[in-house]
């Protein structure tokens, strides 16, 4: 027998075979652990007519509210939106609209958390807006958040009120 010879050049690729078929399905795994309750839910509601007040304390309109009742989850927070369309017949009066808390906690309305507009010179425009506020030191439970209205000088008048409440877990 001779001396081996040189390899020969590569050959074409072959085509390519059919796909096989599919394994079985594998078992079912386990059922993962409960995710944590979410928020008790939102809630909102909304007064449309027009009505007036010259109290300059906060007291509620001859169609009350509107008003919502959530339940406040353990971290005590909530975020409220109050939304209104407000005026303000005196040069220099302040239309708001605040809401007080009843229920497992219960708070007046105030200054600090109100929908606010005030008349600069002889405008009087009526201005149509919300205003959002990061509510805390709420008690866990059944807690109502309902609209008053007051005013620093003249008559305010409000429409279009609405108030959403959504309580944080």
Do not use: C, W
């Not at 927070?77 to 808390?101: C, L, P, R």
């Not at 959002?132 to 008690?139: M, P, Q």
């Amino acid at each position: 027998t001779g001396a081996k010879g040189p390899t020969g050049s590569k050959g074409a690729t072959g085509a390519k075979g059919a796909t096989g078929s599919h394994g079985a399905t594998g078992a079912k795994g386990a059922t993962g652990a409960r995710g944590p309750t979410g928020p008790a839910g939102v809630d909102g509601a909304t007064v449309a007519t027009s009505q007036a007040t010259t109290s300059t304390t906060y007291t509620d309109l001859t169609t009350v509210g509107p008003a919502v009742t959530v339940t406040i989850g353990a971290s005590g927070k909530a975020i409220v939106t109050v939304t209104a369309s407000e005026t303000n017949s005196s040069n220099t009066g302040q239309s708001n609209m605040g809401f007080a808390i009843s229920g497992a906690t219960t708070r007046a309305a105030a200054d600090t958390q109100a929908l606010s507009l005030l008349n600069s010179g002889n405008l009087h425009p009526t201005t149509q807006s919300s205003a959002t506020f990061f509510v805390t030191g709420l008690t866990a439970g059944s807690t109502t958040f309902t609209a008053k209205y007051s005013v620093s000088a003249g008559t305010g008048t409000f429409a279009n009120r609405t108030i959403i409440v959504i309580p944080l877990p």
